[in-house]
């Protein structure tokens, strides 16, 4: 298994995104301690209700992981997850290829459909429509990436033979899918490089409109059946499950158990997982990073939890 | 007198490899070092065939690239040269430009533009017809998310569609900009609609000198030379009193005095030092360059050399605000 590293979101109104420490010190100090991966999440029109009411501020997570590109070498750089129906998918494209291309091909584009309604309106995209916007996003994406001129007709978008060059590296980009849907799934199986599920306590599935999986056996049966509906592409797809247990970032937590639980995720099948930050400082969030590290991201016992 | 560079992959004639990470962090740490005042990347996501062939400019996400350049200088300013508005939307953008803004350590400038490219218009969603419209719906309500802890407002395109329109009930943009309220904005255009809005709004305005077919193709009025740039940065003073702003707060600049760079094929400094003299003469204070792309060691050379040879001679050259003195020349 691969470690990936959430720089920390921060909940409600107060306080700044940064406060958490200089992204570029941590992304280095993630990559000297052992990590495989940096991601971050997407909000960029989040309501004051829904940051008053347990919403959370970010970055723009394509900025932020230019900027990373710029002081890392080997971390992988995701988004995680970037809501597709939010953008029209050329410059969605045109974004992932930049981070690609000034990273030398290790950027993941992780995907999702979205559930905040007041940020579709304020995007300007309908949400009832949103699962087709994503479908036409997954059309639109490698085309764009291969370089090649093309024309596009799609039920909310159209395209007529453009062009976008210079193309990205990996050809094309890795996509990894969220959520926990029948439709995710079968997406995944069919048209992706990643499945990232969903597990945790039951309010994060009321707020995020997926249905609910738990991370033992369900999760391994899930896994197993995505594999095998992906035919010939199952065993090469990656699946990327968060471990958000709040007790690895203290300071004298028992390793011993998160290498236990971590184990079990292996176990089922999980090839990546990521770890959300936890807000705090420069200082709080360096410790944790090295401690993981040495731990579990970049010891040689890693590999036994995978 | 300053002078800012759009990156290599603008040349029309780019080479992937001036895109790749070392290539581009090298350039952005030699025009640091030899003395541009910003460094610039343009926006197009989905350019047409047609345009492209034709000799349309190189292009990556410019706030991506911007980050990127960022992470490895410590004092350049961060440019969009320019930005398209109309594919953009005010909330997005708003924290996008924050985010970069927040990470370079206050360093970014926005230069902003309506976008000409009708085919890439089409593909991004957005309607020629309503791009001047569109333009000020999302510069207003971009202004009011900086400035404000939060914003509501709507757009309605003519032809609605996603990604063209929004509806908007207290927005909170996020992070809050290093530079208070928001990070300079730049206004691009040779008509008097760019002046307008950098008199009310911005920090700069930006000019292109250009042939008459260039500038039918950027759908803009045409500059031939220094004189006609004159009249235009004329127009912008009076539009900066009328708006009750002191002129000399509005900066003006001008791209196209000189042809791209290319040190193989050489430049004559002393003719564009005498020209980025007789810019400053008319109000003229940072001038825009394009550099060659087909051949990373001949950007890098271009840039060091142009550096040493007229970057830097022109920094202390003054520039001249006063504006009865220019209503009197012109």
């Not at chain 1, 690895?248 to 236990?260: F, L, N």
């Not at chain 2, 060659?292 to 001679?313: K, W």
Request: proline content about 7%; some cysteine.
């Amino acid at each position: 298994m691969r470690f990936m590293y959430q720089y920390p979101d921060l909940t409600g109104l107060e306080g700044d995104m940064l406060d958490s420490g200089p992204v570029g010190e941590l992304a280095r100090v993630a990559e000297d301690a052992g990590w495989d991966g940096f991601s971050f999440t997407e909000h960029p029109a989040p309501g004051v209700r829904w940051l008053q009411t347990g919403g959370h501020q970010t970055l723009d997570p394509f900025v932020a992981l230019g900027y990373v590109a710029a002081v890392t070498s080997r971390l992988k750089l995701l988004t995680y997850l970037s809501v597709l129906p939010y953008r029209n998918p050329m410059l969605l494209a045109k974004a992932a290829a930049s981070v690609d291309i000034l990273s030398g091909g290790r950027f993941i584009l992780g995907a999702g459909t979205g559930y905040n309604k007041s940020e579709f309106h304020a995007l300007g995209v309908d949400f009832d429509e949103r699962n087709s916007l994503f479908d036409e996003a997954l059309d639109v994406l490698p085309k764009h990436w291969s370089g090649e001129p093309f024309s596009y007709a799609g039920q909310h978008f159209s395209a007529r033979e453009v062009i976008a060059r210079p193309r990205p590296p990996q050809q094309p980009i890795p996509i990894w899918i969220g959520g926990n849907s029948k439709l995710t799934r079968r997406r995944v199986a069919r048209r992706a490089n990643g499945w990232m599920p969903m597990f945790g306590p039951e309010a994060l599935f009321t707020t995020t409109r997926t249905p609910a999986i738990s991370a033992g056996d369900e999760l391994a049966a899930a896994i197993a059946q995505l594999r095998a509906d992906a035919g010939e592409r199952g065993a090469e797809l990656d699946v990327a499950a968060a471990y958000t247990e709040p007790s690895v970032h203290d300071a004298d937590t028992d390793w011993g158990k998160h290498r236990d639980a971590l184990a079990s995720f292996a176990a089922a099948g999980v090839t990546w997982v990521i770890v959300p930050g936890q807000a705090g400082t420069r200082d709080s969030c360096a410790a944790f990073l090295e401690r993981f590290g040495k731990e579990i991201a970049g010891s040689a016992g890693s590999s036994g939890a995978g | 007198m300053r002078i800012v560079v759009q990156h290599a992959i603008g040349d029309p004639a780019w080479h992937p490899s001036v895109l790749a990470p070392p290539f581009v962090a090298d350039f952005a740490r030699l025009a640091e070092r030899h003395g541009y005042a910003g460094i610039g990347f343009t926006d197009h996501p989905a350019p047409t065939v047609r345009w492209t062939a034709a000799g349309g400019e190189g292009s990556s996400d410019p706030l991506v690239s911007l980050a990127y350049c960022a992470a490895v200088t410590s004092s350049i300013q961060l440019m969009t040269f320019v930005l398209a508005l109309p594919y953009h939307n005010p909330f997005r953008l708003a924290h996008q430009a924050a985010t970069l803004d927040a990470l370079s350590g206050g360093r970014l400038t926005l230069g902003l533009g309506t976008g000409y490219l009708r085919g890439e218009m089409h593909a991004m969603g957005a309607d020629p017809g309503s791009r001047l419209a569109s333009f000020d719906s999302c510069l207003e309500t971009m202004l009011t998310a900086w400035s404000s802890e939060s914003v509501s407002g709507s757009f309605a395109a003519p032809e609605p569609g996603p990604f063209s329109g929004w509806s908007a009930r207290e927005v909170h943009v996020q992070p809050r900009p290093v530079q208070q309220p928001h990070p300079p904005l730049w206004f691009h255009g040779n008509s008097a609609f760019g002046r307008a809005r950098a008199a009310r709004h911005g920090a700069g305005w930006i000019g292109v000198l250009s042939s008459a077919e260039l500038a039918a193709t950027m759908r803009t009025a045409h500059l031939p030379d220094l004189a006609a740039a004159g009249v235009a940065v004329a127009d912008l003073r009076r539009r900066c009193v009328a708006a009750g702003r002191d002129p000399g707060s509005v900066s003006a600049g001008l791209g196209g005095l000189w042809p791209m760079l290319d040190i193989r094929e050489g430049w004559d400094a002393e003719a564009i030092v005498e020209a980025a003299g007789a810019a400053a003469a008319i109000g003229v204070g940072t001038l825009f360059t394009t550099i060659c792309g087909d051949d990373p060691s001949a950007a890098n050379e271009t840039l060091a050399a142009f550096g040493d040879q007229v970057v830097g001679p022109v920094r202390d050259i003054d520039i001249d605000i006063d504006i009865r003195h220019e209503e009197q020349r012109i």
